[in-house]
């Protein structure tokens, strides 16, 4: 028997396994680098809000209750002179109140709380609403019925109002005396008492504000370091994730490379194996049956030279042995086309393709090839081949198929493998569920390529595999 070239050739090497070109990886450090810092701004722009909110709330509680005190006190220490001056002024026309007389005991406490305790104005409206009394005689005799601090006072409820410009209020200039609790106070001297008048008394509380304000940049500082390191703690923590993500990813494209490379070389192999059987077929048993039929028909020819000779018993044995060359022969084409080898995958694919109209003349087979044997590695041909031919053995058997369009072409950096047909698919199957398509997909999937099967508009399927080069 004769040596296969199969034996002597060197096996061929897998090409390399190819990345898929989806897109870039995902960098969960650069995201959630960026992700974090915005929500930990946001977080702190929060947290100086509420602390604003709570902080203002604290000052015009306190404000307030230190102002009702002192006004209460006051008053109460002079009833008698305050009750006399509102009662004086409740009918006298706005444009005299410049020329009211104040008593004297009540003019004095005003004074001696103006003077103290931060106190920065005050005023009394009557039950008008009007101002029969300032610190400041600009605004005497002025309508202010409709403030609504000095309505909530009427109806006898304590109102209190915080001006601030300097601090919580990074946009506006620092100005002396900017920070004032405003409060209205109802002047009643009875639980049963009506409110006779309305007592607004401005307090500074700029101290005040700077001690919370001080506070307030002490704890947006401490909460601002505890993020940042917390922050820090978060990106190492994230930095050693995605460097175990990372070294998995690269052991599973590893382990995947791997498993591509050796199905490949086991689709390799398994060629190379039908190859030298189809040699062994072709060269060996072939030539032998054809030596055996060459002997058989030479004594054939002896015997029928004898008059006692027999030849009618010679040739159904030459026949049978033709038919077992031919047999031989069509097996071993099976298993590997020849001219596969000798002339290429597109002579092989024009032969395949005459073969196939010969065995089903109702199927009009078009082949369209526009890329030569150079530009498709030699470890990728007779994979090619196999889908084809197990694609088409595959629509043989489905009678309504009257057209098949084959198509291999090269777009743009991959090999690109279309077979379409107009058969109908049964409702209950499945496009691509045929155990020769899945024999396909699973070949080139083996190989590295991608198989998609899809459904025609107008009826019919389209099977398209690809391979990158």
């Known amino acids: ?51 604003r909110r709570v902080a203002v709330r604290e000052v015009v509680e306190f404000g307030e209750y230190s102002n009702t005190v002192l006004a209460q006190t006051t008053l109460s220490s002079v009833r008698a002179a305050t009750l006399e001056f509102l009662d004086h002024n409740r009918e006298v026309p706005r444009e005299q109140f410049k020329d009211v007389h104040i008593p004297v005991e009540l003019e004095e406490a005003l004074r001696a709380l103006h003077g103290a305790n931060s106190v920065v104005r005050i005023r009394i409206f009557n039950q008008r609403g009007w101002i029969v009394y300032s610190s400041g005689l600009d605004s005497l005799g002025n309508d202010a019925s409709d403030d609504e601090g000095v309505q909530a006072a009427l109806s006898g ?104 490379m050796l199905s490949a070389r086991m689709l390799q192999q398994q060629e190379e194996e039908k190859k030298r059987i189809a040699f062994d077929l072709h060269e060996g048993l072939a030539q032998t049956l054809a030596s055996v039929k060459m002997r058989v028909e030479a004594v054939g020819v002896q015997l029928s030279a004898q008059p006692a000779g027999t030849p009618s018993t010679i040739a159904p044995m030459v026949q049978t042995i033709k038919d077992a060359i031919a047999e031989v022969r069509s097996v071993a084409l099976n298993l590997r086309p020849s001219s596969l080898d000798d002339l290429g995958l597109t002579a092989t694919i024009d032969w395949f393709c005459r073969g196939y109209a010969q065995l089903h003349p109702e199927i009009k087979v078009d082949a369209k090839i526009s890329l030569s ?16 031919e197990a694609i088409c053995q595959d629509q043989g058997s489905t009678t309504s198929i009257r057209h098949i369009g084959l198509q291999l072409q090269l777009v743009q950096d991959r090999i690109t493998l279309v077979v379409s047909h107009d058969g109908k698919t049964p409702m209950a199957q ?20 991608r198989f998609e099967v899809s459904l025609q508009p107008q009826g019919g399927r389209i099977l398209r595999a690809s391979w990158l080069v």
């Open 1 to 51: 028997m004769k040596s296969s070239p199969a034996d002597e050739a060197k096996p061929a090497v897998p090409a390399t396994p190819r990345q898929g070109t989806g897109g870039q990886a995902f960098r969960m450090l650069h995201h959630f680098s960026i992700v974090s810092l915005v929500c930990i701004v946001l977080a702190s722009i929060s947290l100086t809000v509420f602390f």
């Open 157 to 260: 409820q304590v109102a209190s109002v915080l001006n601030f410009h300097d601090a919580f209020s990074l946009f506006d200039r620092k100005a002396p005396g900017d920070n004032l609790i405003e409060t209205y106070v109802p002047i009643s001297f009875g639980a049963g008492d009506a409110v006779r008048g309305v007592f607004e008394i401005y307090v500074d509380v700029n101290s005040r504000v700077a001690e919370i304000e001080r506070s307030q940049w002490q704890i947006i500082g401490a909460a601002a370091l505890i993020m940042t390191l917390l922050y820090l703690a978060l990106l190492t923590v994230v930095r050693f994730a995605e460097t175990v993500i990372q070294r998995q990813q690269h052991q599973i494209r590893d382990h995947a490379q791997t498993l591509e």
């Open 373 to 388: 044997d150079a530009q498709i590695p030699e470890s990728l041909r007779i994979i090619i081949f196999r889908v084809i």
């Open 430 to 449: 499945t496009p691509g569920d045929e155990p020769s398509v899945s024999l396909a997909q699973q070949r080139v999937l083996l190989s590295g390529g």
